[in-house]
């Protein structure tokens, strides 16, 4: 499964930004998608996922700020992001999951930079 982030950029303290990611290839359902991000000097950290019927989980940090969505239509998933902070600046991936035959199938997008600052 191939993925392709996008939607990242350069945001003031306080603005919004929208991530995009689309899947295509061997897509299995049911399947999650999730966003993670990578602050430079940090560990990768997740988040929000949400799986193909709708279940989500976000981090703390993030709850009343971003909205996880997907199409399932459109293999996309989305990250609506609001009233962003300096320290949400990482690179934001996408992951696919989903059960196969063989084990687990897990595949990430390249990443998208977000950076706020004034």
């Known amino acids: 499964v191939q993925l392709v982030e996008s939607g990242g950029g350069l945001v003031q303290p306080g603005g919004s930004l929208r991530l995009s990611c689309a899947a295509s290839?061997?897509?299995?359902?049911?399947?999650?998608m999730a966003w993670y991000r990578q602050a430079p000097g940090s560990q990768r950290e997740l988040v929000a996922v949400?799986?193909?019927?709708?279940?989500?989980t976000s981090a703390d940090s993030v709850k009343g700020r971003f909205t996880i969505s997907r199409d399932n239509a459109k293999n996309t998933v989305y990250l609506q992001m609001n009233s962003l902070k300096p320290e949400d600046t990482a690179v934001y991936y996408c992951?696919?999951?989903?059960?196969?035959?063989?084990?687990?199938?897990?595949?990430w997008g390249q990443g998208t930079q977000v950076t706020i600052s004034s």
């Open positions: 992951k696919y999951s989903a059960r196969a035959p063989f084990g687990l199938s897990e595949s």
């Open positions: 949400m799986s193909t019927g709708g279940t989500t």
């Open positions: 290839g061997s897509i299995r359902s049911p399947n999650t």
